[in-house]
């Protein structure tokens, strides 16, 4: 299988009522680099007129945007509530 259907086997249960991921647009908008727009293995950070948009219903809880962008204080990271979030399948 691809990735992307290794990815599409997942399950995930998306916290319609709580983002357990939160950018601060603001910031955002200060920083040159962007490592979120290529470290992200789902994909979920994408550049839209120049800005950063971001959907956190396909997170696979890596963690890997919190590391990159940890010094900048752009994003509030936590685990999704109890019962929600990804389930993986494969592995
Ligand atoms: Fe992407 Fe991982 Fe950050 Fe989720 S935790 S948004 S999968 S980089």
Do not use: Q
């Not at 990815?7 to 920083?31: P, Q, R, S, W, Y």
């Not at 962008?69 to 494969?90: E, H, L, M, Q, S």
């Amino acid at each position: 299988l691809s990735p992307e259907e290794l990815l599409g086997i997942n399950k995930f249960a998306v916290d319609e009522d709580e983002a357990h991921i939160v950018l601060d647009k603001a910031i955002c908008a200060t920083c040159k680099e962007k490592p979120c727009l290529v470290v992200c293995p789902a994909v979920l950070y994408t550049l839209k007129g120049g800005e950063v948009n971001f959907d956190y219903a396909g997170c696979l809880e890596c963690g890997t945007c919190r590391v990159v962008c940890k010094d900048k204080g752009i994003i509030k990271w936590t685990y999704p509530r109890g019962t929600f979030g990804v389930a993986f399948r494969c592995g």
